[in-house]
């Protein structure tokens, strides 16, 4: 079974960081790519990054190109996301996410995390 | 354009029939996959690819592309299937996923 399991989250000032993980069991993770994904308070789905099953590639919406880093570690089956330079559009939940295809391609994903919660707050 | 438009809500009786639909030109190229999100929940895939069912995913369900326009049957609607839907896709480069606003669905 495949399973997400998202940590991190937490109360953080304007202008600071925090640093996700995501650990993932139940697949191949080395094999997959995989995603970040957001939703603030009441509103919608947002993606933020996808990182090819390798590594190599990253990309990135440009709501936050240049402030997150998506990266991955294929020998503990983990995912992360360093944010930096937070503000209060930042506050949401944030998902990760398997890619279905282990291409260099970012492609609507099949499984989700639960979520972590990230407030963005004085 | 990568941009994909939902309504924002619908309703439907309970047991009758429902389509929610998905606009972008991105579909005329690619298949949307769609998304069931329950309040407090995280999202799951409902369909993919050319009316495409996960594991687990009652019949009811089913998806139809025309166009520029996808879109998500609910056939005899239950009261479980009340959540919000989204819609997503795959953008021109290959490089972004893209997400419809997301139309609640309120069973009567």
């Known amino acids: 079974q495949v399973k997400l399991m998202e940590s991190g989250g937490g109360v953080v000032q304007p202008g600071g960081s925090l640093k996700l993980s995501c650990a993932a069991s139940g697949f191949s993770f080395r094999t997959y790519g995989m995603h970040w994904v957001r939703q603030a308070p009441g509103k919608g789905l947002e993606w933020l990054a996808f990182i090819a099953y390798h590594g190599r590639y990253k990309y990135y919406a440009d709501s936050v190109r240049g402030r997150f880093t998506i990266s991955r570690d294929n020998s503990g089956a983990t995912l992360f996301l360093q944010m930096n330079s937070l503000t209060g559009a930042d506050t949401a939940v944030y998902f990760c996410?398997?890619?279905?295809?282990?291409?260099?391609?970012?492609?609507?994903?099949?499984?989700w995390g639960q979520g972590t919660r990230v407030t963005v707050s004085s | 354009s990568s941009e994909l438009t939902q309504d924002p809500a619908v309703s439907v009786a309970l047991g009758q029939t429902v389509n929610i639909t998905c606009q972008g030109d991105i579909l005329n190229k690619y298949y949307a996959t769609w998304y069931q999100q329950k309040p407090g929940q995280a999202p799951i895939r409902v369909i993919f690819?050319?009316?495409k069912r996960p594991s687990g995913i009652p019949g009811r369900f089913s998806g139809s592309s025309s166009g520029n326009t996808a879109a998500l049957a609910i056939t005899g609607a239950q009261a479980e299937d009340e959540a919000d839907y989204y819609c997503?896709?795959?953008?021109?480069?290959?490089?972004?996923?893209?997400f419809g606003g997301g139309t609640r669905l309120t069973v009567l």
């Open positions: 996410a398997k890619d279905p295809q282990g291409l260099d391609q970012a492609t609507p994903v099949d499984v």
């Open positions: 997503g896709s795959r953008d021109s480069t290959n490089e972004r996923v893209v």
């Open positions: 690819g050319q009316n």
